[in-house]
């Protein structure tokens, strides 16, 4: 995908966002005969409509441009090791919270950083000693600045 | 309020003696250097990740080190621009002009001494400024009314659109949904509850600090996890750190002149550290004594964009203190700081928290000192981390985003919002649309709204208010100037070539 669609893919989603936005605006209570800028919907339809303008804006800008730009470098979704790590950084952040509550938050935080490290570190070369050495000093600071020093009540885990 | 009431000083002096402040100026410093001179960690990500260190602090001591982080990354992003072409912050891009040419001569050490002194030289006229100049603004500023509030709101978001880089509408829409975000929660007048998707976590609205934590932090870190494989080395020995005096002497007017050029333009709203950098090595091209050696490793073309950036610190900090109006990304990210201490900047900070105010200026005299010792000190040291790698960096950064936003109000919402934060910030990135006017929307929304409302409340109805008061027509004019000016420029620019 160029530059060119997916500005013009993205100018008609903002569109399609802002119309979204006005439809609900409308839907919020207001008052007869007071100051049309008193009612809850008021603002959030005026953001609406500068956004569609906006968005409509960005289509027109894009269209007008002059020639078709040619990408040279790869998009990094196709490269597939940047798009197994993206992923892998996503589905590890989302674990987060829920390994949080399981089992608390420096355990959280330890398998986390041993995970992402691993899979940061080249086929062949990792040292697991290493890793784990690594993965235990940063949880060892993140649980002493956050539980130790400010007292953060983090959820009571299994663990720690 | 008087304009240069000398209580306003003097009600913080007592600060001099508390050994926290010191304490956490240090190694706000420390903290901030080390993540400046690390490529890839902005100064604005750096102050964002660790605003949640500050919690438990008390306002002056949180701001103490976080007015150290912002000095110090500032002040960092030169020792790997210089080292190894890479900025570290976006405010040192200039300083690689002619730091990296020094480095490949061997001359390392002696840029990174030349880059301290100016840096410290700059910050320390920027101080001075800001303690006069930011009471003085404040007591105009009390006399703004709501229509004055929403023009110099809407002055910051469109400034920071024009010079986002890229498309100006981009850049406004971005700031537009900045300020889309700011209506979630409850309606500043009717009481309603907007957009809280049924979640009580949403009534007062989204959280600024986790959103900034997000695309700050967690997006930076996102765009960076698809190329860590590279490892930067720095080989070359620092040495020659302090500047004989005829260097100090050879660069004093061009320290000078560069460091107005940083607060003014540092004061300007939404111009921040990497504008005030360039103007200011633009200018030593122009009218400097050597200006035809620049770009060859000059000491001139590291003092002058040095010496602005950390001037534009204190600058940036005049319109977010006395307007409560950021100037730009890294100041939006410190207002989220002092709000989430229960400080509202504005002019009546000046009245009502007066020894808070005086502490800023003396916690921004301590980053400097601290810069200084710590940069001469230190730049060895820092020199070896550059080449850290990325693998223990990322994951560690995430861990610390993922924490803090926890701790905020330690709820594990903050989380997701993080998350969702940090994957549309990573969008937009890959989408080419800036960051800064979201954060900056996002900030200014609540103030923007009230006011906006509030004027046409009053005025019942009518719009021309806006234009009757002759202070509001002016801001408005402004906007329009900075808006629809650079493309009537561009026109006449073009229609001179063609008559040519």
Same mark, same amino acid.
């Given at each position: 995908m160029t530059r060119k669609r997916s500005d013009i893919i993205a100018g008609i989603v903002l569109f399609a966002f802002s119309g979204l936005l006005y439809i609900i605006a409308g839907f919020m209570p207001t008052r007869q005969g007071s100051v049309q800028a008193l009612n809850t919907g008021f603002y959030p339809r005026m953001l609406a409509v500068i956004m569609a303008v906006l968005s409509m804006l960005l289509v027109l800008e894009t269209v007008r441009k002059q020639g078709q730009e040619t990408r040279t470098t790869t998009p990094w979704w196709k490269t597939k090791s940047a798009f197994t790590m993206f992923l892998a950084t996503l589905v590890l952040l989302v674990l987060y919270p829920f390994v949080m509550?399981?089992?608390?938050?420096?355990?959280?935080?330890?398998?986390?950083?041993?995970?992402?490290?691993?899979?940061?570190?080249?086929?062949?070369?990792?040292?697991? *000693?290493?890793?784990?050495?690594?993965?235990?000093?940063?949880?060892? *600071?993140?649980?002493? *600045?956050?539980?130790? *020093?400010?007292?953060?009540?983090?959820?009571?885990?299994?663990?720690i | 309020m008087e304009l240069f009431s000398f209580d306003l000083y003097l009600s913080?002096?007592?600060?001099?003696?508390?050994?926290?402040?010191?304490?956490?100026?240090?190694?706000?410093?420390?903290?901030?250097?080390?993540?400046?001179?690390?490529?890839?960690?902005?100064?604005?990500?750096?102050?964002?990740?660790?605003?949640?260190?500050?919690?438990?602090?008390?306002?002056?001591?949180?701001?103490?080190?976080?007015?150290?982080?912002?000095?110090?990354?500032?002040?960092?992003?030169?020792?790997?621009?210089?080292?190894?072409?890479?900025?570290?912050? /976006?405010?040192?891009?200039?300083?690689?002009?002619?730091?990296?040419?020094?480095?490949?001569?061997?001359?390392?050490?002696?840029?990174?001494?030349?880059?301290?002194?100016?840096?410290?030289?700059?910050?320390?006229?920027?101080?001075?400024?800001?303690?006069?100049?930011?009471?003085?603004?404040?007591?105009?500023?009390?006399?703004?009314?709501?229509?004055?509030?929403?023009?110099?709101?809407?002055?910051?978001?469109?400034?920071?659109?024009?010079?986002?880089?890229?498309?100006?509408?981009?850049?406004?829409?971005?700031?537009?949904?900045?300020?889309?975000?700011?209506?979630?929660?409850?309606? /500043?007048?009717?009481?309603?509850?907007?957009?809280?998707?049924?979640?009580?976590?949403?009534?007062?609205?989204?959280?600024?600090?986790?959103?900034?934590?997000?695309?700050?932090?967690?997006?930076?870190?996102?765009?960076?996890?698809?190329?860590?494989?590279?490892?930067?080395?720095?080989?070359?020995?620092?040495?020659?750190?302090?500047?004989?005096?005829?260097?100090?002497?050879?660069?004093?007017?061009?320290?000078?002149?560069?460091?107005?050029?940083?607060?003014?333009?540092?004061?300007?709203?939404?111009?921040?550290?990497?504008?005030?950098?360039?103007?200011?090595?633009?200018?030593?091209?122009?009218?400097?004594?050597?200006?035809?050696?620049?770009?060859?490793?000059?000491?001139?073309?590291?003092?002058?964009?040095?010496?602005?950036n950390n001037a534009s610190t204190g600058g940036a900090l005049i319109p977010m203190l006395t307007l409560g109006i950021p100037g730009d990304a890294m100041t939006a990210v410190l207002m989220g700081g002092l709000i989430i201490q229960g400080l509202r900047p504005g002019p009546l900070l000046f009245q009502q928290q007066m020894p808070f105010v005086s502490s800023i200026f003396i916690s921004l005299l301590l980053s400097v000192v601290f810069m200084c010792i710590i940069g001469l000190v230190g730049a060895k040291y820092f020199a070896k981390l550059i080449g850290f790698p990325k693998k223990y960096l990322i994951p560690a950064i995430l861990v610390f985003c993922l924490v803090g936003s926890y701790a905020i109000s330690n709820s594990i919402f903050d989380i997701w919002v993080l998350i969702i934060s940090g994957i549309v910030g990573f969008a937009m990135r890959k989408l080419s649309f800036p960051i800064a006017p979201i954060v900056l929307g996002m900030i200014l929304g609540p103030l923007f709204e009230s006011n906006f409302r509030r004027s046409l409340m009053l005025s019942e109805g009518n719009w021309a208010t806006f234009v009757q008061r002759p202070i509001s027509l002016g801001f408005l004019i402004v906007v329009v100037l900075v808006l629809v000016g650079p493309m009537i420029l561009k026109r006449f620019n073009k229609a001179i070539i063609r008559g040519n």
């Open positions: 509550k399981l089992f608390g938050f420096a355990t959280a935080s330890f398998l986390f950083i041993t995970t992402l490290v691993w899979l940061l570190t080249e086929k062949g070369q990792a040292k697991p *000693v290493k890793i784990l050495g690594i993965a235990v000093a940063i949880t060892l *600071v993140v649980y002493i *600045v956050f539980k130790l *020093v400010l007292a953060i009540p983090f959820p009571m885990g299994l663990l | 913080g002096l007592h600060f001099f003696t508390n050994p926290l402040m010191y304490v956490a100026s240090f190694f706000g410093v420390l903290v901030g250097v080390v993540f400046g001179a690390l490529p890839g960690l902005t100064a604005t990500m750096t102050i964002a990740v660790f605003i949640p260190f500050t919690f438990g602090l008390a306002p002056t001591i949180s701001f103490a080190f976080l007015l150290g982080l912002y000095s110090g990354a500032v002040y960092g992003g030169s020792i790997s621009a210089i080292l190894i072409n890479i900025p570290g912050t /976006p405010s040192a891009i200039a300083t690689s002009l002619d730091g990296y040419p020094m480095s490949q001569q061997g001359r390392a050490g002696e840029a990174i001494g030349i880059s301290t002194i100016s840096s410290t030289i700059g910050g320390f006229l920027s101080v001075v400024v800001l303690m006069f100049a930011a009471p003085a603004i404040a007591s105009i500023a009390l006399k703004f009314s709501a229509e004055e509030y929403v023009g110099i709101t809407l002055i910051g978001l469109s400034v920071i659109a024009i010079i986002s880089p890229g498309s100006t509408v981009k850049g406004l829409i971005s700031g537009v949904i900045g300020l889309v975000i700011g209506i979630v929660g409850i309606d /500043p007048i009717t009481g309603f509850p907007r957009f809280i998707m049924g979640r009580a976590e949403l009534l007062e609205g989204i959280d600024a600090i986790p959103v900034m934590i997000g695309m700050y932090g967690l997006s930076e870190m996102l765009v960076q996890i698809s190329d860590v494989q590279y490892t930067l080395v720095v080989k070359q020995k620092i040495s020659k750190l302090i500047p004989p005096l005829r260097d100090l002497k050879r660069i004093i007017g061009t320290v000078i002149r560069s460091s107005f050029i940083g607060v003014i333009i540092g004061a300007l709203p939404a111009a921040g550290g990497s504008i005030a950098s360039l103007v200011a090595y633009g200018q030593e091209k122009r009218f400097g004594k050597r200006r035809d050696e620049l770009g060859t490793g000059i000491i001139e073309g590291v003092a002058a964009p040095e010496a602005a």
